[in-house]
């Protein structure tokens, strides 16, 4: 394989890419010394990157301990014949490459390519004109879903968009549909943030609402002239007919004059399905039975009638097309301003999504020949090497090619030149959603594009080391024989000749397909359930053991149902939806504890927290009834535990209190322990607010999950699309019937002629049949999309069906509709044109089995060689545990400028509301290390002084509205922050704390926060300075 600089490995599952990858990388590094920092090697998940490094470094240290050729692996014999070393020079060669690797690791650069991307643009964010200092979004759900809240917040105050978001309303409205549209709007606003839609979208982003409205008003004005010459072309047909002395009877079944009328009434519902509409200039108007004179006349007519009848068709399709735009207009309008709202935020708090990196490059180079960004890496990297190259994207590749390109068509100071390795495999696409284009690869294989004067050279790694003999000829034979099903060549190529796999020395195996019979009285699901239980235990019987199996699903909620059916069967699993935090108990009863302190009048957390707590006892429901309207008495005397004080902590701290109280955490729970890093990591990032974090929690609930032990001894349930690069000895793949053909709201992008369509050069439209009838452009751009989920859903089944190692079932149905209409359109289909291929189908069978599954030889006594270390919970009442350094917790926020700025004081009374706080607090604060012992005396000394005043005691005592450091936005926009407000009875009284001496301007300040209140509706009865020096001092303003 050496010679040549360009090349691309064509890597089948199971075919060795990492190893030849491992390869290809160890033949530079140990040809030229320090070479490795002129090599970047991009895949595209941190797994892939960390199990990519961690094959080199082992590989390394392997040769580096390998003294002759008889216990050296398969990597070590290839490489000293490929780069001609014996076996003591490649041994030292490893041992030096691998100490210099290891003590210059940061120019080991492996990596992700958004990573690598966010690099490039942090490194020259001052020239792309990016604040230097920005933050990476990676959950755009929650930056789209606040963008979604300040286009509502316009409502009432924006004309133009209030009318937008009324129409988008009573649009829902009209299609029975929620009115409430922030379902809607956040789902359409997804299309922001996809790739696939970024070209699209830049096209109109500089459109204002004015735009699409004059768009909205010319297609209404054009499909009521449509409608119009519709009626026009009826009559016109309807008029002949009676000059023609005609009768509806001298048709044949009356349908033309009867269709024409309908037309001519204003009907405009109507489509060309029928029968006669399609056989309509071929076939004769009349019936065999009517009389010769009337067939003369209706002979004469017909291609009058033709030529009308192709006009009112052509114009009804061009309406329905039309209308098509109009429906999809406001959408599109609203799709525009949640993009502006977006762009807002980030420009206010330097924000930048993952999915912009690629867009900000490559505007940057597009209209460069030599790209300043990457002047200072071309002279770094020399060699690439691009993983998974099926699902880079075009953009992503777009921006590679120039940085790649200098080294592949130039040369180094020695006279050579660089190097570029992509391993792909086509067949193994399946994340078009997220940009990747295998059609790309296709391209690069097929010699029909290249974006270099080096011309590629391509290896087909022809071996599948993974699966067993019987496993690899079915897949080798089923996919050759269901290629037709593609309707693009291209692709059909691509699974009838790219998927000849060779077998390794691994014999036997066994696929089985299991097709179930609808039972009235049985759920189809629950059949499958029944199927998959059945498979579990007929292989347990064979001693293989839980974690040999993995069952794999299209469908996620299809994952769920499994889950729960085999939990109640009492077989261990691991899925997705066991791992979610959210389905612990001990975390459920957190954030209902955290709920029902926000809103005491929620009797649904109250009851969830009694029933909790009430356990495994008899009495359960009794307890829960006698308790259910005085939790917090119950609460304080039970488990001593208040919940008033934890409306005053950080979420974080009042969840710790609540861990103890409630001791929640005796033996290890990593899903406790995940919740308390959510909660740290939210108060750091979003404030320490109550209301802040349950709506964070809403939010990403159910994104939050634990990592699964690899040696835990359970089933494994995931999705195919999480087991892609994975393998499982023995594989389930159940409800393998999917609609090859399924989208949910699928819209197209069609260009228009923009002199027609007030400027605009494409219009968003709904994917449905009649599209085919729009025309040419339409039709094209329809059929690709069907030819692209056509590949994409052969892509998914292909993944699927090449993780098993041993063995792999396969359970369908068997679809009597289907088998009779010889329908071509679900995974059932696919599976019985296979089989009727081998002229094995017989509807009675229900079973085919192809090789055998034997009997385990290795049964596992012991899952793992691993010493596991029981976790242990700590709180900061541990006595052995202190922080030494002062505010830990404060560092970077603004209460740790307060403390630096002297404000100590000031940040303290913040923190309390009542007299008996005031302990709670100084414990608080010791315990996170914001003061210490020495501290707490005087500061603890003149709180009191403040606190126990004769004139100041009454705000602090038990009972009173207090508001402290809240907000108030004047009706002039201005944000004004009283230090403490105490509200009783429509009267406010104001007390602001300073030190140091008096000064005019605090009066003006106390008389603003007054008028600001007043303004809200409350009389001011007193106003309050508060003097905090050695001696307590009041001024009454």
């Known amino acids: 394989m050496s010679g040549n600089p360009f090349k691309i490995f064509n890597a089948s599952a199971g075919s060795g890419k990492t190893h030849t990858l491992t390869k290809e990388y160890l033949k530079i590094v140990l040809s030229s010394p320090n070479s490795y920092g002129q090599i970047l090697a991009i895949t595209f998940t941190n797994k892939a990157v960390n199990e990519m490094k961690e094959r080199i470094l082992s590989s390394l240290f392997e040769f580096s301990n390998t003294d002759e050729v008889g ?42 390519i958004d990573k690598f991307t966010h690099r490039i643009i942090r490194t020259f964010a001052k020239d792309l004109k990016i604040a230097q200092n920005f933050e990476v979004v990676l959950d755009t759900d929650l930056l789209l879903s606040e963008a979604v809240d300040k286009l509502l917040e316009k409502v009432g105050q924006d004309k133009k968009m209030t009318k937008v978001l009324m129409d988008f309303a009573l649009e829902k409205i009209n299609e029975d549909k929620t009115w409430d549209v922030s379902f809607d709007l956040n789902k359409i606003g997804k299309l922001l943030f996809n790739e696939t839609n970024a070209k699209h979208l830049s096209l109109i982003k500089d459109k204002e609402v004015s735009d699409f ?101 052509d114009i009804f399709h061009q309406t329905l097309f039309l209308q098509n735009i109009y429906k999809n207009l406001l959408p599109l309008t609203v799709l525009n301003a949640i993009q502006k709202e977006v762009k807002n935020i980030q420009e206010e708090r330097r924000l930048l999504s993952i999915s912009e990196f690629n867009t900000i490059i490559s505007n940057e180079i597009k209209n460069q020949p030599a790209p300043f960004i990457y002047e200072r890496l071309g002279e770094k990297y020399r060699h690439y090497f691009i993983d998974e190259f099926q699902d880079t994207s075009e953009l992503q590749w777009n921006n590679l090619v120039p940085l790649i390109s200098n080294a592949l068509e130039g040369e180094d100071t020695q006279g050579n030149s660089g190097s570029l390795f992509l391993v792909g495999d086509a067949k193994q696409a399946i994340y078009r959603w997220r940009g990747g284009r295998a059609e790309q690869f296709l391209s690069l294989v097929n010699e029909h594009t290249n974006p270099f004067v080096v011309e590629p050279k391509t290896y087909d790694l022809p071996s599948n080391y993974r699966s067993h003999e019987n496993v690899i000829k079915f897949n080798n034979d089923f996919f050759n024989r269901t290629s037709p099903f593609l309707n693009n060549g291209l692709y059909q190529d691509l699974f009838e000749k790219g998927n000849q796999q060779e077998s390794n020395n691994k014999k036997g195996g066994l696929v089985q397909m299991t097709f179930l019979e609808e039972d009235q009285e049985q759920n189809l699901d629950e059949l499958y359930c029944e199927e998959v239980f059945s498979t579990i235990q007929s292989i347990l019987q064979k001693s293989y053991a839980l974690n040999e199996i993995a069952i794999l699903v299209r469908d996620n909620k299809h994952g769920i149902l499994l889950a729960e059916f085999l939990t109640k069967k009492g077989i261990p699993i691991v899925s997705p939806d066991s791992l979610l935090i959210s389905n612990n108990n001990k975390v459920q009863f957190l954030i209902n504890l955290l709920h029902y302190t926000g809103h005491k009048d929620d009797l649904n957390a109250c009851y969830n927290i009694l029933y909790f707590l009430a356990g495994g006892k008899e009495n ?73 974090f349950l709506v964070n929690w809403e939010k990403k609930k159910d994104k939050y999950s634990i990592a699964a032990p690899n040696n835990l001894n359970a089933i494994k349930i995931m999705s195919i699309h999480k087991s892609k690069g994975l393998e499982f000895p023995i594989v389930i793949f159940p409800f393998a019937n999917s609609n090859i ?18 400027g605009f050069n494409e219009v968003l439209i709904s994917k449905k049949k009649e599209v085919l009838e729009y025309g040419s452009n339409a039709l094209k751009v329809f059929e690709e999309e069907q030819h692209r989920l056509e590949l994409d859903a052969f892509n998914i089944l292909y993944v699927a069906m090449t993780r098993a190692e041993k063995a792999m079932f396969i359970i369908t149905i068997k679809d009597e509709a289907s088998i009779k209409s010889n329908r071509k359109t679900h995974y059932s289909d696919v599976f019985i044109h296979y089989l009727k291929t081998k002229n094995l189908w017989n509807s009675t069978d229900l079973i085919y089995t192809f090789g055998s599954l034997k009997i385990n030889p290795n049964i596992q006594e012991d899952l793992s060689l691993e010493k596991s270390f029981p976790f242990e919970y700590s709180n900061k009442d541990n006595p052995n545990f202190s922080i030494m350094t002062k505010a830990g917790l404060l560092w970077d926020t603004k209460q740790e400028k307060a403390l630096l700025r002297g404000n100590l004081i000031h940040y303290i009374m913040g923190l309390i509301e009542t007299s008996v706080d005031i302990d709670l607090v100084f414990k608080d604060l010791e315990q996170k290390g914001a003061i210490n012992d020495e501290e707490t005396a005087p500061l603890r000394e003149k709180v009191l002084n403040v606190v126990n005043h004769v004139n100041l005691k009454k705000y602090y005592s038990k009972g009173v509205v207090v508001k402290n450091e809240k907000e108030i936005i004047t009706k002039n926009g201005e944000i004004l922050r009283p230090d403490r407000v105490i509200i009783n009875e429509g009267k406010a009284t104001i007390i602001d704390y300073k030190t140091g001496k008096e000064n005019a301007s605090y009066s003006r300040q106390l008389n603003s926060y007054a008028t600001a209140l007043e303004d809200m509706g409350y009389k001011i009865k007193d106003k309050i300075i508060a003097y905090i020096n050695d001696q307590i001092t009041i001024e009454y303003i």
């Not at 002949?240 to 009434?265: D, R």
């Not at 071929?282 to 009337?294: A, V």
């Open 620 to 692: 359960k429901h009794a307890i829960i009834s006698a308790h259910l309207h005085n939790l917090d008495d119950f609460l304080k005397e039970t488990y001593n535990f208040e919940l008033s004080n934890l409306k005053k902590m950080s979420v974080y701290d009042g969840l710790e209190l609540a861990i103890k109280c409630f001791d929640l955490i005796p033996d290890s729970d990593a899903s406790v322990t995940f919740l308390l890093d959510i909660a740290l990591e939210v108060e750091q990032k979003e404030g320490a607010g109550l209301n802040t």
């Open 71 to 112: 216990n050296a692996s398969v990597l070590f014999s290839d490489l000293m014949s490929e780069l001609d070393l014996e076996v003591d020079a490649l041994r030292k060669k490893a041992k030096r490459t691998l100490k210099d690797i290891l003590h210059n690791y940061g120019f080991f650069d492996i990596s992700t």
């Open 213 to 313: 409205e004059e768009l909205k008003k010319i297609l209404s004005e054009n499909i009521q002239d449509f409608k119009q010459e519709l009626i026009q072309k009826a009559s016109e047909v309807i008029m002949t007919i009676e000059n023609n002395g005609l009768v509806i009877e001298n048709f044949k079944s009356g349908y033309f004059p009867k269709f024409m009328m309908k037309i001519a009434n204003g009907e405009i519902d109507f489509d060309f399905n029928a029968g006669w509409k399609q056989n309509f200039e071929t076939t004769p108007l009349y019936t065999k039975t009517c009389p010769e004179d009337i067939k003369t006349i209706l002979d004469n007519l017909h291609p009058q009638f033709i030529s009308i009848f192709n006009r009112i068709k």
């Open 741 to 758: 053909y399924k989208e949910i709201d699928p819209k197209l992008w069609l260009s228009v002629d923009q002199s027609k369509f007030n």
